[in-house]
């Protein structure tokens, strides 16, 4: 194929250099005399290791130039645009980079052209750009249902210093497009490279590298956080982290990182409290973990407020499961207690069904802390028959076993998937 390259930096750079070693024809295209030179001279404009000899390779077999002249997309097949997109001083995106480069490529375009040309953005850019910024600027140039272009959302993974190894062996590929369709042209590109690939709409694929580099950046505060705690008690940072990586069942695993219920029970919230509490003594200054239960508490009530929105005052509902986990009774700091507590004080009709508790076994501080919290625990819970006779407006599932029972409700909502 012949493939435009928009923006010579380290994305478009490596992109270009790659995608010659693949054996496509590759223009680079950059507003920059002197990246220009370096690149017709068989030179990165970026350091970037094993760049250098990629370029010149691609130069011997001519599948790599540079040029200022955007005449060369009436005669490709793919445009990439890996222009920049630097924080505003408010902290966004600045998007004009994105808009101008937008609006010069829609300006090339020939509206009778016989295939699409391929406009694959991979730049980060906001959840909702390509619909709210990108395609009205190609709409008003082409019209609505034109056939001369495609849009394509496709996120980079690559690490500095690594992004040769990165580009041919992906931690995944993320291609968004229109409803979520296959691209022929992506297929063609990625073809030979083995990854998890997942085809998305457009904004699933934009907010994509946002959810990645804050998690990363969210596991650096978090390391560092430990680690200041552990020097000022005098504990090695070093063997502390070796043991907690050797965990790949909880630790180091998905577990725990998929959007749902909050965290509760009787070790979570104590422990994390213990910690903030030995932070503070120590003066570690631990601003990451001393977020954790604010921010819980948030997701409790974004919860509530999923659950009852469209809900009619008054409404009845039916909880499944009321204690912290399947298969237990350990009602101590569970999410779902706070749960039924907020529905009970909206006024709406609340039923609990969970075969595991029973309140004449409650004993210590699981029974002190269920009927502190709701005292009318009791008159609350139902058996099986009763759950399965009733009618209910809603049925909030904190178990992911609705599917298993004969329900009768308007409405299901699995509070572990938010679905």
Known sequence: ?????????????????????????????????????????????????????LIKA????????????????????????????????????????????????????DPQRERPLVVIYRSTIRPGTIEGLIDPIFTDRLGANSSAYELVYNPEFLREATAIKDFFEPPKIVVGTRGGQRSEVIDAINEGIDAPTFYVPFREAE???????????????????????????GISAKTISEIFLSDTKLNISPYYLRPGGAFGGSCLPKDVRALQYISADVGAMTHLVDSLIRSNDAHKHYLFEYCSRDLAPGASVLMLGIAFKSDSDDLRESPNIDLARKLLG???????????????????????????????????????????????????????????LPLQADRIINVNTLA
């Open 1 to 53: 194929m012949k493939i435009a390259v928009l923006g010579l930096g380290y994305v478009g750079m490596t992109a270009a250099a790659c995608l010659s070693k693949q054996g496509h024809r590759v223009f680079g295209i950059d507003v920059s005399d002197e990246k220009i030179l370096q690149v017709n001279s068989g030179k990165s404009p970026i350091h970037e290791p094993g760049l250098d000899d």
């Open 58 to 109: 691609g130069l011997e077999k001519g599948l790599i130039s540079a040029t200022k002249d955007l005449s060369v997309l009436a005669e490709s097949d793919v445009a990439i645009v890996c222009v920049g997109t630097p924080s505003a001083p408010d902290g966004s995106h600045n998007m004009a980079y994105i808009a101008d480069v937008s609006r010069q490529i829609a300006a090339e375009i």
């Open 207 to 233: 907010f994509t590298k946002f959810v990645d580099n804050t998690f990363h950046a969210v596991k650096v505060a978090f390391a560092n956080e430990i680690g200041r705690v552990s020097g000022l008690l």
């Open 346 to 404: 909206a006024g709406y009709k609340l039923s609990i069904y969970d075969p595991q508790v029973r309140p004449a076994a409650l004993l210590g501080q699981n029974l002190g802390y269920a009927f502190s919290n709701i005292p009318a625990l009791r008159e609350l819970l139902v058996e099986r028959d009763d759950a399965l006779s009733a009618h209910y407006d809603l049925v909030i599932d904190t178990r992911g076993k609705a599917e298993e």
